[in-house]
């Protein structure tokens, strides 16, 4: 009984000890396993951030891209009125100039007009002095006062400004310099003005005309004397 016993208790302290060996092997197995799970938490929090910062760059990015797409437009539309606003300012500058040059070209005209009458008064007072000095003998104290009173006249002109070729000159450096924008609208001023210098130019010839007709008139009385 005393044996049965012994061998009994003997069984159960291998028992014992085996379940404490087993039992330190599970404790082993555990905390490894607990060290595996730690190592992959802790990799996962690593990931975790790692995604986290490249979601912020992303959503960083995207606002970004969202806000130069917004900008771009606007941009756009800030270019546009600016290329627009160079344009008017352009087109209102050589509007200008131009209607400049063609007061500055009907200046000219009537400028030419006067000298080239100066030079038709001055060709009749010629005319008539040599037509004085060919019936000079005759009729002397009669032609000595009509010579000299176209000698006075002849003075007269010949004090009074402008050079025919000068102004002829700078009228044709207006035509030549005409302004290039705003063609079609600077085509019609040009046609309009055209039409003003060209009745202007009739009136001064008609006015030059009617001067030539007093002139030759002033200069036969001594021949019909």
């Known amino acids: 009984m005393l044996s049965d016993c012994g061998s009994e208790i003997e069984r159960s302290t291998r028992g014992l000890a085996e379940s404490r060996e087993a039992l330190k092997q599970a404790e082993a197995a555990l905390k490894s396993t607990e060290a595996a799970r730690a190592a992959e938490l802790s990799q996962l929090e690593v990931w975790v ?40 300012s352009r087109t209102v500058v050589s509007r ?18 006067a000298v080239h009458e100066k030079d038709l008064a001055l060709a009749s007072v010629e005319g008539s002095m040599n037509e004085i000095h060919l019936l000079k003998g005759d009729m002397v104290p009669t032609l000595d006062s009509e ?28 035509c030549t310099l005409t302004p290039c924008s705003g063609k079609t609208e600077g085509d019609g001023l040009v046609a309009e003005e055209g039409g003003d210098v060209a ?27």
């Open 199 to 225: 009745s202007g130019r009739e009136n001064d010839e008609a006015a030059e005309g009617g001067n030539g007709c007093e002139i030759e008139d002033e200069g036969s009385a001594p021949r019909s004397a």
């Open 49 to 88: 951030s790692d995604l986290e910062r490249d979601l912020g760059k992303s959503a960083s990015a995207l606002f970004k891209l969202k806000k130069e797409k917004k900008s771009k437009p606007s941009e756009v539309r800030r270019l546009q009125r600016e290329i627009q606003n160079r344009e008017e």
């Open 96 to 113: 200008d100039d131009f209607h400049a040059r063609l007061k500055r070209m009907a200046v000219l005209f009537d400028s030419l007009m």
């Open 147 to 174: 010579e000299t009173r176209l000698l006075s006249r002849k003075e007269e002109l010949n004090a009074s400004d402008g050079d025919y070729d000068s102004i002829l000159s700078q009228l044709q450096f207006e």
